[in-house]
């Protein structure tokens, strides 16, 4: 890894996500970085572009979850510092793949590299996706009471990690297939699925 280039990301790009919700800040960067450099070692890929990438991928968030994929791509691409380790083919390759990384994105990335940080993005560890649903919600929609919130939870993941649902994985070498399964059996268990929502939500909002 570029020592330069490390220090560049963690003095200005890594700080950004303090300012996000508590289910897209710092650790969450942190743990997707971690997860595309060890995909990666899979891979005959460029480690400096898949960290710049898993780096990126969330900083358009600042202007709204919306089109945060397309505000992060920009955001990476513009950044002329960049400019310092990677050549203009290189920067749009990684533009390309913080696009793709949307886990509801109409297409399929179109490199390896959005391969990489869509896969490591999913995170799928069954207990912290409950609980990032719940803080997203505490966050974003404060005017629910805790029925409200439980509605939009369960509606949240059947729509999106349930069978059928569009959530897409990409690379064998993940484990995340079998965590999705286990997840998938929380949310076919409503009793289970309310008991740990109730669990969760009492800690998130006493916190």
Not at 3 to 30: C, K, M, N, S, W
Not at 130 to 158: C, K, S, V
Not at 171 to 189: F, V, Y
């Amino acid at each position: 890894m570029n020592r330069e280039l490390e220090q560049y990301i963690e003095r200005t790009v890594i700080p950004r996500y303090e300012g996000f919700d508590r289910a897209h800040g710092t650790e969450h960067v942190r743990t997707v970085i971690a997860r595309s450099l060890a995909l990666a070692r899979h891979y005959d890929v460029s480690i400096e572009m898949v960290y710049a990438v898993a780096a990126y991928h969330d900083t358009g968030l600042a202007f709204g979850r919306e089109r945060h994929h397309i505000d992060a791509g920009r955001i990476l691409f513009e950044d002329r510092e960049l400019r310092r380790w990677f050549s203009e083919e290189q920067l749009r390759v990684m533009r390309e793949a913080v696009e793709d990384h949307r886990a509801s994105s109409d297409h399929a990335p179109r490199s390896i590299y959005g391969r990489i940080v869509a896969e490591a993005d999913r995170c799928i560890e069954p207990l912290t996706i409950l609980r990032r649903t719940i803080q997203y919600g505490l966050a974003h929609y404060p005017q629910l009471d805790r029925q409200g919130h439980y509605d939009r939870f369960a509606e949240h993941l059947r729509k999106k990690y349930a069978d059928g649902g569009y959530l897409r994985l990409w690379l064998p070498e993940s484990d995340n297939a079998r965590r999705l399964e286990e997840l998938r059996a929380w949310i076919r268990t409503p009793n289970s699925l309310r008991e740990a929502f109730d669990r969760i939500f009492d800690e998130e909002s006493a916190g």
